[in-house]
Nanobody, 120 residues
Framework: QVQLVESGGGLVQAGGSVRLSCAAS????????MGWYRQAPGKQRELVAT???????KYADSLKGRFTISRDNAKNTVSLQMNSLKPEDTAVYYC??????????????WGQGIQVTVSS
């Protein structure tokens, strides 16, 4: 069984910064891509950023320059540094990872989500 556990969310003022972390644990053979999505109230879940095992990154166009994704392959973690936050960044942020358990068969896993609220 594989688990993804997010940490680091909370309440922050506009213009501030928050760093989210996500740790994968359990029966892990290999991790491919990892990433973050978010879902604001009344909206669909949307891509924030992804990062491959070779650290190739992809960002939502609207977030480039403010958000930075990184990972530590040795610790099976992925982080999201969010700067210059705006009230519209308020959402539940979800960690996701493509993980192979005991073989080279990959499955997508999701964390439970963590709230980030940006006050104006």
């Amino acid at each position: 069984q594989v688990q993804l556990v997010e940490s680091g969310g909370g309440l922050v003022q506009a213009g501030g910064s928050v760093r989210l972390s996500c740790a994968a644990s359990g029966s892990i053979f290999s991790i491919n891509a990892m990433g973050w999505y978010r879902q604001a109230p009344g909206k669909q879940r949307e891509l924030v950023a992804t990062i491959t095992s070779g650290s190739r990154t992809k960002y939502a166009d609207s977030l480039k320059g403010r958000f930075t994704i990184s990972r530590d392959n040795a610790k099976n973690t992925v982080s999201l540094q969010m700067n210059s936050l705006k009230p519209e960044d308020t959402a539940v942020y979800y960690c996701t990872a493509s993980i192979a358990g005991s073989s080279w068969s990959y499955h997508d896993y999701w964390g439970q989500g963590i709230q980030v609220t940006v006050s104006s």
